[in-house]
T-cell receptor
Framework: EPEVTQTPSHQVTQMGQEVILRCVPI?????FYWYRQILGQKVEFLVS????????KSEIFDDQFSVERPDGSNFTLKIRSTKLEDSAMYFC????????????FGNGTRLTVT | GENVEQHPSTLSVQEGDSAVIKCTYS??????FPWYKQELGKGPQLIID?????GEKKDQRIAVTLNKTAKHFSLHITETQPEDSAVYFC??????????FGSGTKLNVKP
């Protein structure tokens, strides 16, 4: 069964550094998402992306965050200058076009900012 | 915005017993309610979903019920097995763009 793949599985970075989290959505999917989960808290929506542009973003997704689909297969989340509070599990998700198409999640990248 | 509350946070049952997890939502415009199972080290996996025009849906040992008037929906797992042990999340959305998740229920099925 096709799946969403995320790399790396764990990323450790120093405060103020830039990080790029990578995702390869399912190949025929058109809608892409990033969610995050701070340890012990809810899974939170960050951003949705369709047709090469952001379709919706949350208040968490400020100017420090950006997303890109640099080619036909990858979908990336960049954090320009990481803060301690960015430490979380980041999940990429994708879905197909149909109204009944479910959301498929990757296994996540655990980001630790020190 | 939408607020989804989920209870209980932990649930321990004996193998073979039933498990029920409940969620409430605040936005009456929400119309899609999926349930996800998350095993250790993995991303959430969709196990069942329900739309607002349906009151109940069943898939083998798993069922979901929706009460639109009361704005709550529940996951029912019958004949639980040790492999059902995981964290379960409910979610609500208007359409498919932004999902609002509950805080999760850690289900432990004791053999």
């Amino acid at each position: 069964e096709p799946e969403v793949t995320q790399t790396p599985s764990h990323q450790v970075t120093q405060m103020g550094q830039e990080v790029i989290l990578r995702c390869v959505p399912i190949s025929n999917h058109l809608y892409f998402y990033w969610y995050r989960q701070i340890l012990g808290q809810k899974v939170e929506f960050l951003v949705s992306f369709y047709n090469n542009e952001i379709s919706e973003k949350s208040e968490i997704f400020d100017d420090q965050f950006s997303v890109e689909r640099p080619d036909g297969s990858n979908f990336t989340l960049k954090i320009r200058s990481t803060k301690l509070e960015d430490s979380a599990m980041y999940f990429c998700a994708s879905r197909g076009q149909g109204a009944n198409s479910p959301l498929h999640f990757g296994n996540g990248t655990r980001l630790t900012v020190t | 915005g939408e607020n989804v509350e989920q209870h209980p946070s932990t649930l321990s049952v004996q193998e073979g017993d039933s498990a029920v997890i409940k969620c409430t939502y605040s936005d009456s415009a929400s119309n899609y309610f999926p349930w996800y199972k998350q095993e250790l080290g993995k991303g959430p996996q969709l196990i069942i979903d329900i739309r607002s025009n349906v009151g109940e849906k069943k898939d083998q040992r798993i069922a979901v019920t929706l009460n639109k008037t009361a704005k709550h929906f529940s996951l029912h797992i019958t004949e639980t097995q040790p492999e059902d042990s995981a964290v379960y999340f409910c979610a609500a959305s208007k359409g498919f763009n932004k999902f609002y998740f509950g805080s999760g229920t850690k289900l432990n099925v004791k053999p």
